[in-house]
């Protein structure tokens, strides 16, 4: 995950609205399913969409009223826990 890239969707869904994020995200599953995509697609595919989950996991902290710095930050050191783990 990249901070950078979740700080700009999140930016994006309080400009828009996070129904875009969410139908590019089913729209990035569906085509995970080509067969003829290359591992490296995938992993690419994989990268994006994991990073607007992460987006949305933000923005619903910030709708509970946190700061989108802290929101932020919060995020990232729950993934990192995990990745420790």
Same mark, same amino acid.
């Given at each position: 995950?990249?901070?950078?890239? &979740?700080?700009?969707?999140? !930016?994006? &869904?309080?400009? !828009?609205?996070?129904?875009?994020? #969410?139908?590019? &995200? ?17 992993? #690419?595919?994989?990268?994006? &969409? ?22 932020? !930050? ?12």
């Amino acid at each position: 995950m990249k901070l950078p890239v &979740i700080k700009h969707l999140t !930016n994006f &869904i309080e400009e !828009n609205d996070e129904d875009f994020v #969410v139908e590019t &995200i089913e729209t990035l599953e569906a085509l995970t399913e080509v067969s003829s995509l290359k591992d490296e697609e995938l992993d #690419v595919i994989g990268e994006l &969409i994991s990073n607007m989950y992460g987006a949305l996991e933000v923005q619903k902290s910030i709708k509970e009223g946190k700061p989108q710095k802290e929101a932020l !930050n919060e995020f990232m050191q729950r993934v990192m826990g995990a990745i420790d783990k």
